[in-house]
């Protein structure tokens, strides 16, 4: 299958929701995965994004809502008439069948006798050519993984559901079948909507991610613009790593001034929530990377419309591409700073005084109403 897919559609979900007793593990959803796009369903463990996946595929019903693809209502079909394919965790490949015959496996179910040229070309795909006699215990996880992704394609699905498909493989593994998934799915052309808790992953390997919390998504992006622009704490701080500075409004207007940390700090308006007015509270955001540590001995020569904090390393790690420093300051107990290692300043040790400066413009701004630690390591069993 080297074609692009062409006919089909996109995969709609209507009012979605599914409760267990008076559990509910989704909440009404919405949602709209477009037709060939690499669509990823991010989130803590217990999130729903398991129960949003078989409610997709049929194996759960929806309590309420309607699943629809390329404008056909399919809610009430078996998941065998479902033109959707699913690959999960466990890769259950039949041990006793060879890699080919695994392949060959939807094809044969249909009564379909001449196979080989569609199993060839799947292996080919999957870049597993020379493996076609081997049996599953003779290949290592990513083989085992990419035979799986190949058994599910020969079917021609319209849409590829995967549920943590590498989650059993080591992160060097993962790394490299995250870019082979990739490129299958923009060889091939179909729809994917894969299942995560690893937001490098989602943001990788994603056209466009949802991030899930509680049953309900926070926020639906491209992965720049939901790591540039998060819109609750639990997207900025799940989603890497963020600075929340719990601050005060001074002025609105084209650019928000904002009293934290015994300082003042600017970030664009249209970068703030919409509920921002003078007088009320905000969380100023910043990330790691966009922060520069300058001595305080060299302060003068921080250039003039940056934003400042003052602060003392408490801790510094050298991780190679940079090194990762926590301030402590009047802004917070624990702000991330992470320099690249070109220059590096030997006086930047734990005990200096420091001065963070940034670009305003790199600034985004949270309502003040929400957990500021949502969605932190540590926090996810919490929440
Ligand atoms: N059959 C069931 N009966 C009761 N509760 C269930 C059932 N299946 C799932 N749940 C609950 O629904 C919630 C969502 O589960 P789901 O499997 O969708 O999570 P998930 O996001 O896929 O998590 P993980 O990353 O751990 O796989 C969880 O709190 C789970 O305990
Ligand atoms: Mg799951």
């Known amino acids: ?22 559990f509910t593990a989704v909440h009404p959803l919405d949602l709209t995965v477009p037709q060939g796009s690499f669509f990823a369903l991010l989130g803590a463990s217990g999130c729903g994004k398991t129960t949003t996946l078989r409610m997709i595929a049929g194996l759960e019903e929806a309590t309420t809502g309607t699943v629809s693809l390329g404008g056909r209502d399919i809610t009430d079909l078996p998941p065998y008439k479902r033109p959707v394919n699913t690959v999960f965790q466990s890769y259950a490949l039949f041990p006793h069948l060879d890699v080919s015959e695994n392949v060959a496996f939807g094809l ?45 394609l020969i079917n021609h699905p319209q849409v590829l559901l995967l549920d943590e498909p590498l989650g059993a493989l080591d992160l060097k593994l993962r790394r490299q079948m995250q ?27 994603a056209d466009t991610v949802a991030v899930m919390n509680g049953g309900r998504v926070e926020q639906l992006g491209a992965p720049a613009d939901l790591y540039e622009n998060p819109r ?26 904002v009293s934290a940390g015994g300082g003042k700090l600017g970030l664009p308006g249209g970068r ?14 910043v990330r790691p990377e966009k922060i520069s540590l300058t001595h305080t001995d060299d302060a003068a020569a921080i250039p003039d419309g940056r934003n400042r904090v003052t602060g003392r390393i408490t801790d510094s790690s050298f991780i190679g591409v940079s090194t990762q420093y926590v301030v402590e300051s009047p802004a917070g107990t624990a702000l991330q700073v992470y320099e690249q290692n070109i220059e590096r300043d030997s006086r930047l040790v734990p005990g200096a005084d420091v001065v963070l400066h940034w670009n305003p413009e790199h600034t985004f701004g949270l309502d003040a109403a929400q957990h500021i630690d949502a969605g932190a390591e540590g926090m996810e069993e919490a929440a």
């Open 1 to 22: 299958m080297t074609q692009k897919q062409t006919e089909g559609g996109d995969v709609r979900l209507t009012g979605i929701s599914k409760t267990y007793g008076s």
């Open 108 to 152: 044969r179910r249909r009564g379909i006798k001449s196979v080989a040229k569609q199993v060839g070309e799947m292996l080919d795909l999957v870049q597993l050519g020379d493996f076609a006699r081997r049996k599953p215990h003779q290949l290592s996880g990513g083989q085992q993984q990419r035979v799986a992704v190949a058994r599910a």
């Open 179 to 205: 870019l082979e998934l990739k490129r299958i799915q923009t060889e091939v052309g179909i729809t994917f909507v894969h299942v995560t808790h690893d937001q490098e992953e989602a943001m990788t390997m």
């Open 232 to 257: 609750t704490t639990f997207v900025a701080n799940f989603l890497g790593t963020s600075n929340l500075i719990e601050g005060q409004i001074v002025s609105t207007g084209t650019d928000v001034v």
């Open 272 to 285: 703030c929530p919409s509920s921002a007015r003078s007088g009320g509270k905000v969380l100023v955001g």
